[in-house]
């Protein structure tokens, strides 16, 4: 039978993963916006182009809507199971 310190040691690192998990979806969708962007810019410059940057955005916009979509739904399975 777990002592009452392990249980409550258990808790609180398990709220801890779980402010750690929101914490990574708050910043998945600025970062790949801005990742999208920078990789677009570069291209622009090395092709002489000046619409890559927007697509890249664009692209930097669902790959981080995809994500912050599994992580939530990855979330929501892991509360599910307690």
């Known amino acids: 039978m777990p002592t009452p310190e392990k249980s409550q040691h258990k808790i609180a690192l398990r709220e801890f993963v779980q402010a750690e998990s929101m914490i990574q979806i708050a910043l998945v969708l600025p970062l790949s916006c ?10 622009d410059h090395k092709l002489h182009q000046s619409w890559i940057g927007i697509a890249g955005l664009a692209v930097g916009i669902a790959a981080g809507f995809v994500q912050v ?14």
């Not at 979509?69 to 307690?82: C, T, V």
């Open 69 to 82: 979509i599994r992580m939530a739904n990855h979330a929501n399975r892991s509360d599910g199971n307690k």
């Open 34 to 43: 801005i990742i999208g962007w920078a990789i677009g810019d570069y291209l």
